[in-house]
């Protein structure tokens, strides 16, 4: 798992002189979506391992860990409404909630409009059939401003991966099993146990945003 690792961030981070390069692409629209996520840094192979939907339209997304895979270090369910700011916290087991501010709107599933494209690049060998993946890649500077980040997306615009990185971590989404569409729109709406609360205040220092809810 870390060599997998190691070598996804060396990918993402190495020159791109030998990829093909088209300078005036614009960012792809991620379509709807069901499928498998993990979450892994070089310091805990695998922070987080569950199922996600995400509605492109909405921009809500719902990530639930496989309760399964048990050597993940979070175990997290999150209901995000992006475009509200808002985010829920949920125990199914003890009908619980926690309602919070989400206070950047940038995550995995969504390129920029900003980002600046790096190259397209093909996995394995695209001269023969079902032997090659050919994905592009685009960077660009975190809403807070405290790291860059590498998307990477197939032709059809689907994701591959998401690497952020800062000066203290660096962490990388991947994404397998993915189907179009979403399979049980019932998962991005808010549980009835979890109606009519407020908004919690954010304590000093907190920042709510996609990728420090997986730190």
């Given at each position: 798992?870390?060599?997998?690792?190691?070598?996804?961030?060396?990918?993402?981070l190495m020159p791109?002189?030998?990829?093909?390069?088209?300078?005036?692409?614009?960012?792809?629209?991620?379509?709807?979506?069901?499928?498998?996520?993990?979450?892994?840094?070089?310091?805990?192979?695998?922070?987080?391992?569950?199922?996600?939907?995400?509605?492109?339209?909405?921009?809500?997304?719902?990530?639930?860990?496989?309760?399964?895979?048990?050597?993940?270090s979070?175990?997290?369910?999150l209901?995000?409404?992006?475009?509200?700011?808002?985010?829920?916290?949920?125990?199914?087991?003890?009908?619980?909630?926690?309602?919070?501010?989400?206070?950047?709107?940038?995550?995995?599933?969504?390129?920029?409009?900003?980002?600046?494209?790096?190259?397209?690049?093909?996995?394995?060998?695209?001269?023969?059939?079902?032997?090659?993946?050919?994905f592009?890649?685009?960077?660009?500077?975190?809403?807070?401003?405290?790291?860059?980040?590498v998307?990477?997306?197939?032709?059809?615009?689907?994701?591959?991966?998401?690497?952020?990185?800062?000066?203290?971590?660096?962490?990388?989404?991947?994404?397998?099993?993915?189907?179009?569409?979403?399979?049980?729109?019932?998962?991005?709406?808010?549980?009835?146990?979890?109606?009519?609360l407020?908004?919690?205040?954010?304590?000093n220092?907190?920042?709510?945003?996609?990728l420090d809810?997986?730190?």
């Open positions: 798992m870390h060599a997998a690792v190691i070598l996804l961030v060396f990918m993402c791109t002189t030998h990829a093909d390069h088209h300078h005036h692409q614009q960012p792809c629209h991620l379509p709807n979506i069901t499928g498998l996520m993990t979450v892994m840094d070089l310091q805990d192979p695998v922070k987080a391992l569950g199922g996600f939907t995400y509605d492109s339209t909405g921009n809500k997304l719902r990530f639930r860990s496989n309760e399964n895979f048990p050597n993940a979070r175990h997290l369910d209901l995000m409404f992006v475009e509200e700011g808002i985010f829920y916290e949920i125990n199914s087991k003890n009908h619980s909630c926690e309602k919070k501010k989400l206070h950047y709107n940038h995550h995995a599933l969504r390129i920029p409009e900003d980002a600046q494209f790096l190259a397209t690049m093909n996995l394995g060998n695209p001269s023969i059939v079902g032997e090659g993946l050919e592009s890649m685009w960077e660009g500077s975190m809403a807070d401003n405290t790291g860059k980040y998307i990477s997306v197939t032709k059809g615009c689907l994701p591959v991966s998401i690497l952020y990185y800062r000066k203290s971590t660096t962490v990388i989404f991947s994404f397998m099993n993915l189907e179009s569409g979403i399979k049980n729109p019932e998962v991005l709406e808010v549980p009835s146990f979890c109606g009519g407020s908004v919690e205040e954010t304590s220092g907190t920042v709510n945003s996609f809810l997986f730190m």
